[in-house]
């Protein structure tokens, strides 16, 4: 867990093998360290870019919002599947850790660079091992980009 | 240019103030740097991740492969309408710089994480403005990804 976070996060439950991935993963050491909850019925993961992550100047760089969508999906996908077992965050059961079969992002505007991305998902299909993630991307209120993720539950 | 690799880079030719993307700008300090060229009617983008760039040990974040999908292919994109308008790296025409509207990548495999990755590209449509570009990534051989992006000309 993530003492230095004021809300608990599903990254902050992977099992430590499976938490060096460089978008999510709290281990590693140099990644983005992506962190995503329940909010309601929706997913919510927020990331502010650095200045680094420039597409064009004054832009946020499309690799870097594809991968935020990448790690916000599969974690959506795990906390869908473990609310679809009757658990929340916090319970001692095992968390699903799921991968991206296919990701499809959207550029509907260009992203500005500097103020904090919210990205809300909705859980579009949960099947037993597969979970449809659909969601929009925000910067200052407005979409910017919309996306679906196929993300299935990995056999560790 | 970039005078220490021994190949034509689309984006070594990208204008000064559109080369500081995080993925392939040859002026962003921490960036990637993919460079993408032509292979005969193909496109060609090679990059070998770094170990942070993990998704589960042993494998390749798939935001780092749609990172390497969306720099090869408005690189690809720019590469066709150069010679589409007759031209070939090295003119002094200046290059056109495109921008992605949407990404697709379906991870057909787990992206072992040590051998360089290869990207090919095929341009399967060029329109005025508008090129789509479809593409497989090979590790050790094996198509592990395939890709597709619809690339526009940005008005700079």
């Given at each position: 867990m993530s003492p230095n976070n004021d809300f608990l996060a599903v990254q902050d439950f992977y099992s430590d093998v499976v938490?060096?991935?460089?978008?999510?993963?709290?281990?590693?050491?140099?990644?983005?360290?992506f962190r995503t909850r329940w909010d309601g019925d929706h997913t919510l993961t927020t990331y502010t870019p650095h200045v680094?992550?420039?597409?064009?100047?004054g832009f946020v760089y499309g690799g870097l919002i594809a991968s935020l969508i990448d790690c916000h999906s599969t974690g959506s996908a795990a906390l869908a599947l473990y609310r679809r077992d009757g658990h929340e965050l916090g319970e001692p059961e095992p968390i699903p850790r799921c991968m991206t079969a296919s990701l499809t992002v959207d550029y509907l505007k260009p992203t500005p660079l500097g103020p904090e991305l919210t990205v809300q998902g909705t859980i579009a299909e949960v099947g037993g091992r597969k979970v449809v993630v659909k969601s929009q991307l925000f910067a200052e209120g407005i979409v910017v980009v919309s996306a679906a993720v196929v993300a299935v539950m990995a056999r560790l």
């Open positions: 938490s060096w991935c460089f978008g999510c993963g709290r281990l590693n050491p140099v990644g983005h360290h680094e992550h420039t597409a064009i100047p």
